[in-house]
């Protein structure tokens, strides 16, 4: 019978307007339901709010912006509430006593059996506990006897027409409004009710003074002359029916528990027989919710609507924005246009998500926002246009202008550069060979290139070969260029008598690329996994010469490939050096994913986000995207180790989901190839009839168990039970998200030495629309050392946007960081930039680079080296003669390298 | 009569949580709150005459603020049946107790808040006496400055 008698659950806002502070906040609270009983409570709250909203002037939008409710759940130990065996009124009560929380009972006062009441202090402690703003509290009894009471904790059982006496209640208690009633006891009952006493009421609406000029609703009267009514027995009731519509204002004898010499401003009302409230009572609900409804504001956002820059063929789009402060639905219409006023042939504005916008209500200012398209023309294009919006509840109009012009997007001519020497077959260190590995992670470089750029290979033992000159990379699926990318990374294959000459492919390559004249830049991505053992080496490709960014890979350890040379050959570019280490089962995706940052570099993109993994049948992994108002598009690669297992979908910020099938119809695009699946995203992107842009996308993959099943079922032929199997391992995968963005890392991992002991510096800059990112954001370096031990650096933020730390590379071998930039864009968006940066150190890393012979004894050196380098190139030692020393234990290729690399 | 200063937005308040029995009030409780306050009715001045009960903030003496207590000290209980003849009535109650709060704004110069009614008579005295209930007075005064305990009545 107390607050043991059962739990508070909680508060939940159902009616939201606003801050509490602001806001006339209704309370409903439960009584006499048990756990299991809330839904029901739930259910009563709405049907109480349902004809609270029904009734004027709580159907109007001004009193329903005025008004937050609450609906705070406690639950009982047991339902209804006490009903006591003896109550004064010679009512028969049904003696019933249960443990409620607020120990609700009929018979409150021991004498009436309707009067419903609560432990009063409890109810309002509890909501003091909740919602400290509140102004009225209705307590809710689960029971179907009749019963209530008024007051600022008002209670009310749900029998019959309870949500009319909880109604009239707020009318006495939260709007000081008199009974507008007639009677006390009863009609017919009272004896005492003839003549009301003097004395002006203190209510608004009832009062003793009739006079039209000076009655106190003199401004609600709505008849001239006023109408009123008096009554002819002042011993009884008045019996007349309503001679006038029900609006009337006037005024009426009989009001305030008296027959005769009081008047009430309309005929029937709420606060007299249940009736619509009068004019007088709904005007004082207004004036008394006035100071709780903050006016609606709207404000246009974007006076001109800029398409500043757009490439030729994209589609752009931009919003017409509002700031929108209402609790109400706000609709805008484009009443007129988009219409172009200028411009060449071909341009057009379109409204791709309709012609309206309902802005619904929310707590603050939120936007709406109108969305128009342009598509961008030729370069050097302008246009111009206008449009109307109508806020269609005031009938406000905007005319918004619009601006548009076209440039050509940044292209790049891109020349992959191959290692094709014989040590390309190789170990990579995972079960793979290097050319292997090389074509595995290639291919998705390819893939994912934009369609605008060029694309050519050379490949290079100790001659270079155009495998394929630079050509337009084209569609996503079905581009020219690119497939015929594909077929070279697939065939590329090691010549077994090879040699290394890394000067050669980088001179062809500088060659193809100068006459690339239509890309706005140019640049090539070289791969090796040795040093130069003929020429041309890169130390005699002419420093000066090289006016394309080169990035570089080298695929092995840093000792055995060359890696200062390269390392210096790449910065002087403006490009960069990687070193994969050895690749081992756990790490298999490396080499891909620094092609990938490479191609990011190569289109001056970003990477959001990066992350390995593994799946099992029957999962689904969410990896999550945080997208900005700077990114203009992004790519989202997944790279499984094994193809055609993993079910691969985007979701979006709003929880759409985009499958492959679905892509093709919102304007997302999808490909999948061999080593990779993509979608690409222009942001905003249409999905579902809305946009969809900043905020946190999700990669989604599964495991599709029945694909699985197949994938393994051969292992049945062998008695060994998939299950056991799928539960050991599943499909390593790497998705990352590359966006062409405004806002940037960029990274670097500068090496005093290639020596162990050398000091590393670790720099990062962030930028956003070219601007330094100042104090929004915070840069950490996660290191993982020769040793594979791993360790985190955090960078101080040096200047503006400018974040670096030193660090020391002790041991011997490849060092590899992972930068990761996270923060708050200027519109205070969460945002993440990743980078991959490689060094290596060794003992001797600093000696000068070993140049080799000529190839011809006595041609410049007449050391073992120069003898074999002749030897295998003149065909005096045979591949077959060298296939069968090397299964007999002599490998003269690896004897061959030793012997060039160290003279 | 005169009316109030309105105050627009949020101000600090004062919630008294007022218990009573027959005669006697007592504050059982006070809280202060930041919020919009419920706009004053309008202020009585020396000579203006109301019947019923209100809550009365006062600055040295005169009415700054006004709140309406229609229905809430408990004389007589508003008691709803299934009569269609009779939905609403009333009875009276010799023994009047309860609790209600009122919420006021903290005004600079405000010194007391006053609860105002008819005197807290037997219902069957202020029966016969139909005529007395035009007088209305303080029942209880609270000062709303200084260190005043939470209870405290006068």
Redesign the interface.
């Known amino acids: 019978m107390s607050a043991a008698d059962g739990t508070v659950i909680g508060v939940t806002r159902i009616e939201d307007r606003g801050p509490a502070s602001s806001k006339w906040n209704l309370v409903i609270v439960s009584e006499g339901y048990t756990a299991a009983q809330l839904p029901q409570f739930h259910q009563h709250c709405q049907d109480f709010l349902d004809h609270l909203y029904g009734l004027a002037p709580f159907d109007e939008r001004d009193v329903q912006c005025a008004i937050n409710v609450h609906r705070l759940d406690v639950a009982s130990n047991e339902s209804t509430a006490d009903d006591p065996a003896v109550c004064g009124d010679g009512d028969i009560p049904s003696a019933t006593t249960v443990a409620t929380y607020f120990d609700a009972t009929f018979c409150g006062n021991g004498t009436i059996r309707r009067l419903l009441t609560v432990d009063q202090t409890l109810v309002i402690d509890t909501v003091d506990d909740h919602v400290p703003e509140w102004d009225q509290i209705l307590v809710i009894v689960n029971s179907t006897l009749y019963g209530g009471a008024g007051g600022t904790v008002a209670t009310t059982s749900i029998s019959g027409t309870w949500e009319n006496i909880a109604v009239h209640e707020l009318g006495h208690s939260a709007f000081g409004l008199a009974d507008e009633y007639e009677y006390y006891a009863g009609c017919g009952v009272d004896t005492d009710r003839n003549n009301h006493p003097a004395g002006e009421p203190s209510e608004p609406n009832v009062t003793l003074n009739n006079d039209p000029n000076t009655i106190k609703w003199r401004t609600l009267v709505t008849d001239s002359p006023m109408r009123t009514s008096n009554n002819a027995d002042c011993s009884m009731c008045d019996p007349t029916a309503n001679p006038f519509t029900a609006a009337t204002v006037g005024a009426f004898e009989g009001a305030h528990y008296y027959h005769c010499d009081a008047y009430r401003p309309g005929w029937d009302c709420m606060m007299r027989n249940f009736g619509a409230f009068c004019g007088v009572c709904r005007q004082v609900i207004r004036d008394t919710l006035a100071p709780f409804n903050t006016p609606s504001t709207l404000n246009l956002m974007t006076p001109t609507l800029s398409f500043n820059d757009v490439p030729e063929g994209v589609q752009t789009a931009r919003a017409v924005v509002f700031d929108v402060a209402s609790c109400v639905d706000e609709t805008f219409t484009i009443a007129a246009g988009p219409t172009v006023l200028s411009g060449p042939a071909g341009t057009a504005f379109a409204t791709p998500l309709g012609l309206q916008v309902v802005s619904a209500p929310a707590t603050g200012t939120r936007q709406a926002r109108l969305w128009v398209t342009y598509t961008g023309t030729a370069d050097g294009d302008s246009a111009t246009g206008e449009l109307t919006v109508r806020h269609d509840r005031t009938g406000q109009t905007w005319t918004i202008p619009i601006v548009a012009n076209t440039v050509r997007r940044p292209t790049v001519a891109v020349v992959l550069v191959l290692d094709k020497s014989g040590s390309m077959s190789a170990d990579a260190g995972d079960g793979r060979t290097r050319e292997q590995v090389l074509r595995d992670s290639a291919q998705p470089f390819v893939n994912v290139i934009q369609a605008d750029n060029g694309i050519g290979v050379v490949a290079f033992d100790h001659d270079a070969t155009e495998v394929m000159p630079i050509a337009p990379v084209g569609d996503l699926n079905f581009g020219v260029g690119r497939s015929t990318a594909r077929s070279a990374v697939a065939n590329h294959t090691h010549n077994p008598a090879g040699f290394t000459a890394i000067g050669d492919g980088i001179e062809m390559a500088r060659t193809m690329l100068n006459g690339a004249t239509s890309y706005d830049h140019r640049a090539m991505v070289v791969l090796t996994d040795g040093f130069d053992t003929d020429h041309l080496t890169v130390d005699e490709v002419a420093p000066g010469v090289i006016d394309q960014r080169v990035f570089a890979i080298g695929l092995g350890r840093p000792n055995e490939v060359k890696a200062t040379a390269l390392t210096t050959l790449a910065n002087g570019t403006g490009g960069s050096m990687v070193v994969t280490g050895t690749i081992d089962v756990d790490d298999q995706f490396r080499l891909a994913k620094y092609y990938l940052q490479i191609l990011a570099g190569v289109v001056n993109a970003d990477i959001v986000t990066d992350p390995d993994s593994e799946i099992l049948p029957g999962q689904e992994h969410r990896v999550p995207i945080d997208l900005t108002e700077t990114d203009i598009d992004a790519d989202v690669v997944l790279l499984p180790a094994l193809p055609g297992l993993i079910d691969f979908a985007l979701e979006t910020p709003s929880g759409q989901v985009i499958t492959p099938g679905v892509a093709a119809g919102s304007g997302i695009q999808f490909a999948q190839a061999q080593r990779s699946s993509q979608y690409r995203v222009v942001l905003p992107a249409f999905v579902g009839g809305r946009s969809e842009g900043p905020g946190q996308w999700h990669a989604l993959m599964r495991l599709d168990e029945k694909k699985w099943d197949k994938r393994w079922s051969w292992l049945r032929e062998y008695g060994i039970p998939i299950e056991s199997f799928a539960n050991a391992q599943g499909v390593k995968y790497t998705v990352g998200a590359y966006s062409f963005t405004n806002l940037r890392m960029r990274a670097t991992a500068t090496q005093s030495s290639f020596v162990p002991g050398a000091t590393v510096t670790l720099r990062a800059v962030l930028t956003e629309y070219g601007i330094p990112i100042d104090n929004r954001a915070a840069v950490r370096v996660e290191v993982v050392r020769p040793d594979t031990t791993t360790a985190v650096i955090q960078l101080a933020e040096i200047e503006p946007g400018v974040f670096e730390a030193t660090s020391t590379a002790a041991m011997q071998g490849v060092y590899r960081y992972r930068f990761i930039g996270e923060g708050r864009t200027l519109r205070w968006r969460q945002f993440r930039r990743e980078y991959l940066a490689t060094v290596g150190v060794w003992v001797g890393g600093d000696r000068p680079p070993d140049v080799p012979g000529d190839g011809t004894p006595g041609g410049g050196s007449t050391d073992w080296c120069e003898l074999i380098t002749c030897l295998r190139r003149s065909g005096a030692l045979s591949d077959e003669l060298v296939e069968r020393w090397r299964k007999q234990g002599v490998d003269i290729d690896a004897l061959h390298k030793c012997l060039c690399r160290r003279r | 009569m005169r009316q109030a200063r ?5 101000v600090d308040a004062i ?1 008294l ?1 007022i ?1 009573y029995g027959g005669d006697r009030f007592e504050i ?2 006070r ?1 202060r ?7 004053s ?1 309008p202020l009585l001045d020396e000579g203006d ?6 809550a009365e903030v006062r600055a040295g003496g005169r009415s700054v603020y006004r ?6 000290l ?1 004389r007589d ?6 009569d269609p ?7 009276a ?2 023994d009047p ?7 006021v704004p903290v005004l600079d110069d405000a010194d007391e808040i006053a609860i105002v009614g008819p005197p807290r008579d037997a219902p069957e005295r202020r ?1 016969r006496k ?2 007395d ?3 209305v007075s303080d029942l209880v005064t609270f000062p709303l400055r200084g260190d005043e305990p939470d209870g405290a009545a006068s």
Do not use: C, H, N, Y
């Open positions: 309105q105050m627009d937005g949020p919630r949580t218990r059982v409780k809280t709150v930041r919020k919009v306050v419920p706009p009715a005459v109301e019947v019923g009960s209100w709140q309406l207590l229609t229905d809430q408990g209980v508003e008691v709803f049946t299934s003849d009779r939905p609403i009535s009333r009875i109650v010799d107790v309860g609790v209600f709060t009122v919420i029966r139909a005529a209930r035009a007088a």
